[in-house]
């Protein structure tokens, strides 16, 4: 049985139709992509799935729970790790999981157990005695993660869960996350700006306009891009673009000076486009499509493009001057 | 039923947990009320002079003192709903397994009792300004200033649960809390002012809290007697309701009522914001 069941899922808010009739399900177990530009209906599915949200009309199960008339059951059910942080920074490490497992009816047993257990794992035991406020942006998400694990969720929400982090960082807190589920069945829900991370999906879901306009594994979504990308800069990009559609019926993009085309069997297309084309080349680079390419390919936008780190980084730095 | 248990008491005990994290909180909802104490009680004594009964300016004013200190303590149940929102610690208390009710009343429960707490520690300087504490009256106090702490912590987060930034808040607050104190009768009867002020701080519910505690700390005669005037006229000291001069279980019926308004008023605009 599925862990979540979307059937139909709507959210209007006034004239705006911000999720359109969403429908889709996450295995028990499963890493799930949930991937879309800025304002295409990510939050708002979410925020529905984990009952912040009334829908406008549909259903949507989470572990065999309606969310809007069984919430108090569902909130039980599910973990969340918030973009931006949820933690009291007046208290301490320990101070805010307490709240946690009380506000969750965790029996004081468990509650110690657990504690140890995920604070040694996130290596944080040291520092629980700490305020949070003492803590750095890594250790702030490592903390929501463990949390977020307490009462012994079946699904974890990861919404943008290494945002702001340097790599190494999102590395290991990476290694966290799939260790915790292969050692406990973790379903995971996840949205993120990084490709590389949406890498770590089973499958993945690309929401643009309210709709989903793919699901698949990430391997099936790259074939479906439709062959290799090679990318050209030469002095004339028009003619490039030119000779492309017109002697091989292809279809290039130009995008920051350099023209972009996807061509089936690129390794022999490659040898071939030289030695035909006439004017200079400046590069010409080879390779897989990437998810970039697939989300490109499917919103017409690059998932970068956005302002969405420079804004939370911004933020970050507001709240921490003001505190 | 268990999820609004459970959400009254966990939050309100986180609320005690901050207060006891972050002490600059408590100086500062101290020092308010002391400098007012101190700067009027030396300012005024003087030319006040003797309230019959014996009782000097310091005195009349100081349950007005320990009233304000549990009215800035409670106001800041709104400010804690409005830095939750702020510092997302509100979306972590929003999605745990907790009622909407249970929520807002234990927002209001843990900011009565930190207002609780500190109304007590103001206790100890009444031997200081001439006024002596018994067991008897702390019994009286503490269930009145906790009935005036639940009414004001409703006034604060009705306001707070539409509020999005501190600052505004903090404005409004500012707003609120000036007129809140000053048309109270903390500093002068309510009864000698022209009828129109009369009228404003007969709606405000701080009038009566500082009406019970004056009488808990003065005896009954600060209510239906009279201060002297020059030229011989009398007026009141005490809160006077209908012709009916007000004692101090009334004036906590009064309070309770009106904070029973808003902290309905308050659940209902939370639930209604926050799904």
């Avoid at chain 1, 709240?99 to 110690?112: D, G, N, Q, T, W």
């Avoid at chain 1, 290596?123 to 903390?143: A, D, H, P, Q, V």
């Avoid at chain 1, 003619?239 to 130009?254: C, I, Q």
């Avoid at chain 2, 005990?13 to 700067?39: G, N, W």
């Amino acid at each position: 049985m599925p862990i979540i069941e979307v059937d139909n899922l709507s959210k209007q808010f006034g004239e705006i139709k911000a999720v359109d009739g969403v429908s889709f399900k996450v295995e028990e177990g499963e890493v799930f992509g949930f991937l879309g530009p800025n304002g295409a209906g990510k939050t708002t599915t979410i925020n529905m799935l984990c009952t912040l949200l009334r829908p406008t009309s549909g259903q949507a199960r989470v572990a065999g729970l309606d969310v809007i008339k069984d919430k108090n059951d569902v909130r039980r059910a599910i973990g969340l790790v918030f973009q931006e942080t949820t933690l009291d920074d007046y208290l301490t490490a320990e101070q805010n999981i307490l709240f946690h497992a009380l506000a969750y009816a965790v029996p004081s047993e468990v509650r110690k157990q657990r504690t140890k257990e995920l604070l040694t794992l996130m290596e944080l035991w040291e520092r629980r005695k700490s305020k949070i406020r003492t803590y750095s942006g890594g250790m702030k998400r490592r903390l929501e993660i463990a949390r977020g694990l307490v009462h012994l969720p079946r699904v974890l929400f990861l919404d943008e869960p290494t945002l702001g982090l340097d790599p190494q960082t999102r590395n290991r807190i990476w290694e966290y996350i799939l260790d915790l589920r292969e050692k406990q069945g973790l379903t995971i829900f996840l949205t993120t700006h990084y490709m590389d991370e949406a890498e770590h999906s089973d499958r993945i879901a690309v929401i643009d306009h309210g709709k989903i306009v793919a699901l698949n594994t990430p391997d099936s979504l790259k074939d479906q891009v439709g062959g290799d990308v090679l990318t050209i800069s030469s002095d004339n990009n028009e003619l490039v673009e030119d000779e492309l559609r017109d002697k091989y019926g292809l279809v290039p993009e130009v995008n920051n000076g350099t023209v972009s085309v996807r061509v089936p069997g690129g390794e022999e297309f490659l040898p071939q486009f030289v030695r035909a084309y006439e004017g200079t080349l400046q590069s010409i680079g080879l390779r897989r499509p990437t998810l970039e390419d697939v989300f490109l390919h499917l919103t017409g936008r690059e998932i970068r493009d956005e302002k969405v780190d420079e804004r939370a980084l911004m933020r970050n730095a507001m709240r921490a001057r003001y505190r | 039923m268990s999820e609004t248990y459970r959400g009254i008491w966990v939050v309100a005990f986180r609320e005690l947990l901050r207060f006891v994290a972050d002490r600059s909180r408590m100086i500062s909802s101290f020092m308010f009320p002391l400098i007012f104490l101190v700067v009027f009680g030396a300012g005024f004594s003087r030319i006040v002079g003797r309230l019959e009964g014996d009782v000097n300016f310091i005195q009349f004013i100081y349950p007005g003192i320990i009233a304000m200190t549990v009215v800035m303590s409670s106001l800041f149940a709104g400010t804690s709903v409005v830095v939750d929102r702020e510092y997302g610690f509100l979306k972590e208390v929003l999605v745990a397994p907790l009622s909407r009710v249970g929520i807002i009343l234990g927002k209001a429960l843990g900011g009565s009792l930190t207002a609780l707490i500190q109304g007590t520690i103001m206790l100890a300087i009444a031997p200081l300004v001439g006024l002596s504490i018994s067991p008897l009256l702390v019994l009286q106090l503490l269930p009145t200033l906790l009935v005036l702490s639940l009414s004001l912590s409703g006034l604060g987060i009705l306001m707070a649960t539409r509020m999005r930034s501190q600052q505004g808040f903090q404005f409004l607050m500012q707003l609120m809390v000036f007129p809140l104190i000053f048309l109270s009768g903390v500093f002068f009867p309510v009864q000698g002012v022209p009828t129109w002020l009369q009228i404003v701080a007969k709606f405000n519910p701080l009038t009566y809290g500082v009406d019970a505690i004056r009488q808990i700390f003065l005896g009954p005669r600060a209510s239906g007697s009279v201060a002297e005037l020059p030229g011989n006229e009398t007026i009141s000291t005490g809160v006077i309701l209908f012709n009916h001069p007000m004692g101090i279980i009334e004036d906590v019926a009064v309070i309770g009522a009106i904070g029973a308004v808003l902290l309905l008023a308050g659940v209902w605009s939370f639930s209604r914001t926050e799904a």
